[in-house]
């Protein structure tokens, strides 16, 4: 299977300061890749080498097989700003045509487009009637077209409510299911923790971590945190025999390495039904995002 990205030592400087700094990844058809990092860490600087945007001073890229911006590499890929913007006096249906003629393709398919990011009854509305969020869905649908491998995509829900972000990630998984490609910034680490098969953290320009979100709580070995929730009458006895537990009422709360996670749990369970409720909460990808930042910048 030819992976639908792949970056080999890419650098890039401006004006002798390196924005990537032999950043190297592969992104294969049907990943949900997310991007992390803070602001001017590499981010923008990598999606713009990927558009053919702006040249890089070395290494190696392959975009869908081509070069970034070449013909081939532009009709595979799609791109979503943070902030699109159309005309308002245009109906979302005329956008879409738009979009449709300029790529070669029957305008007529524009409120079938328009239906999958559902917008179908907003079609025939001026776009400067339309919300933030409808707005993002007319981006969406101008990137939908031509059926891309590669979705390149920057904050994209930013602006939009949860139901609207919702059904925004449920899209892209249809997408992936499909085969394409997804590479997406965001700073929303909560909703991309579910959403993505690969995480990636850029740090001043190189890639400080990269692997799934069971590869990096492994790396980073952070504490995993437990909650337990005693029956009735039965916590006193319970933090007695956990004297590290913080105890509020009948709920106890522990932190413990990944090491100790399982003797704890089986020292838990030994009470049998004098506990209710357990729950284990690993580190969040917040909690990994912060580790391997500050790591690369101590």
Known sequence: MTSTLTISALTKSFAGVKALDAVSLVVEPGARVALLGHNGAGKSTMMKIILGLIPFDSGAIQVCGATPGSAQARAQVAYLPENAAFHPALTGEEQIGHYLALRGENPAKAREILERVGLHDAARRRIGTYSK???????????????????????????????????FYALLDGLAAEGAAILLSSHALTEVEARTDQILILSGGRMVARGTLADLRREAALPVTLHVVARNGYAPEIAAALPDAI???????LVRSQAEKLPLLAQIAAFGD?????????PSLEDIYSHFSRRDGQ
Not at 274 to 281: E, F, G, M, N, S
């Open 133 to 167: 969020g409808m707005r993002q869905r007319v981006g969406l649908a101008q990137a939908l077209i031509g059926k891309p491998q590669l979705l390149v995509l920057d904050e994209p829900t930013s602006g939009l409510d949860p139901v609207s972000r919702r059904d």
């Open 247 to 253: 105890r509020i009422g009948t709920d106890l709360r």
């Open 274 to 282: 004098k506990v209710a409720d357990v729950d284990v909460l690993p």
